[in-house]
């Protein structure tokens, strides 16, 4: 089984800045793209960023300029530097990993964390 924590979320004014962090664990065999998203209330989830494994990524449009993805291979963290952040920015954001096991069947799936919230606010 393999499961994904992230941390860093909290309560931040308009225009300051938080760093999100993913620790993925377990029966890992590989690490394949990962990727944030958020969810805000009453809106569909959204990606926000996605890194390959050889650390090219794609930003959404809002946050370009203003967030910046980092991976870790060797320790299967990912991280999400949140600067300038807005209201609009206010959402839990999600950790997701494709993943490979290979226990007694070799298996290949997308797997996602808790969610931590985060909130831009006076």
């Known amino acids: 089984q393999v499961q994904l924590v992230e941390s860093g979320g909290g309560l931040v004014q308009p225009g300051g800045s938080l760093r999100l962090s993913c620790a993925a664990s377990g029966s890992i065999f590989s690490i394949y793209a990962m990727g944030w998203y958020r969810q805000a209330p009453g809106k569909q989830r959204e990606l926000v960023v996605s890194?390959?494994?050889?650390?090219?990524?794609n930003y959404a449009d809002s946050v370009k300029g203003r967030f910046t993805v980092s991976r870790d291979n060797a320790k299967n963290l990912v991280h999400l530097q949140m600067n300038s952040l807005k209201p609009e920015d206010t959402a839990v954001y999600y950790c997701?990993?494709?993943?490979?096991?290979?226990?007694?069947?070799?298996?290949?799936?997308?797997?996602w964390g808790q969610g931590t919230q985060v909130t831009v606010s006076l």
């Open positions: 890194i390959s494994s050889g650390g090219s990524t």
């Open positions: 997701n990993a494709d993943v490979e096991t290979r226990g007694s069947r070799w298996i290949r799936r997308v797997y």
